[in-house]
């Protein structure tokens, strides 16, 4: 009965407010929104708010949500690895915290937590979660299965990152059983728009190459010129993985809000950047993983940084 201490708080809760980390992605996005689907459907006598101030593009809306609720709701926090990164501090204010996440444990800020770091996205281990014994009797909703399932399909790359194996598939098998169309949120979650792809290629003429390393810096002058925000190129982070030359690609953007680089890493098994990441205010998981708050020299730095564990990476797979 590994989970049946969430179905109780579940149960007991009037109020339940969800929560996800900052600059959103599909799997964070997805968790939440199909937690809220998910509860909606098998306790719809209860209040449920999505909360946060930032967007997914694909799933833009987040609830109003006042104080008073939050401090007497139950809050679960999804996809989230320290309390920083949570899309709204006021997540303390709640009478209760439950995490789910499966980032490597930094932090614990809540009454429970389930972790389970191997996963390839937090929607897989809510999905099996919620589709198990401890939750048996309760149905899955196809709306619910919709968002848990672009969850998975965006933090593993369509199934294609070295976290996603066997019960992957088996989890996300068991929610397209449940009526979702595949083929459609595929499109959904991976197609781009003709404005999407000019900016992309703009992004990528501003690559330098080093010894396995692809590194994109764009400074304020950049983001002016794209009319994009830090947000809008750090999603970008992923056409630059296809390429069998690059060992880390990195993508370091100007935030006009702060003055600063926010940025977004990504490397090949073996090398790994998320220590990096929580060396300039982030983290993530081994392969994958943020960053926020650079200066100039910062980013030099991580650059720096970068490169020095390719070169450990290397030299380990020589010996």
Known sequence: ???????????????????????????????????????????????VRAVGAEHFDTYPYTDETEDEFISG????????????????????????????DHHPVVETFEDQLYCEPQRGSVCEYIAEILMGEDFKGTVMPKKAAEYLYSG??????????????????????????????????????FDVTQREFFLRTKIRNHFEYE????????????????????????????????????????????????????GSLRSKYGYIVNLIASNYNGG??????GIKNLSEEDVENCRKDLLEEIRRADKNQHK
């Not at 690609?249 to 809000?257: F, G, H, I, P, T």
Request: charged share 30%; proline share 1%; net charge negative.
């Open 284 to 289: 993530g998981h081994d392969c994958a993983a």
């Open 73 to 100: 709701s139950l809050a679960i926090v999804t996809d989230t690895s320290n309390s920083e990164r949570v899309d709204d501090q006021r997540f303390k204010l709640a009478k209760e915290i439950i995490r789910i």
């Open 1 to 47: 009965m590994k989970y049946q201490a969430i179905r109780e708080a579940i149960e007991k809760a009037d109020k339940i407010s969800l929560f996800r980390h900052t600059h959103p992605d599909g799997d964070a996005a997805g968790s939440q929104l199909g937690l809220k689907e998910w509860i909606l459907a098998n306790y719809p006598q209860k209040d």
């Open 211 to 262: 010894d396995g390393l692809c590194f994109v810096k764009l400074d304020k002058e950049a983001i002016g010129e794209m009319g994009i925000t830090a947000s809008d190129a750090k999603i970008m982070i992923d056409e630059f993985g296809q390429v069998q030359d690059f060992k880390i690609w990195a993508v370091l953007a100007y935030n006009e809000e702060t003055g600063l680089y926010d």
């Open 152 to 189: 998975i399909l965006t933090d593993t790359l369509n199934f294609r990152t070295s976290d996603c194996d066997a019960s992957t598939l088996k989890n996300a098998a068991r929610l397209v059983d449940c009526g979702l169309d595949m083929n459609e949120l595929s499109v959904r979650m």
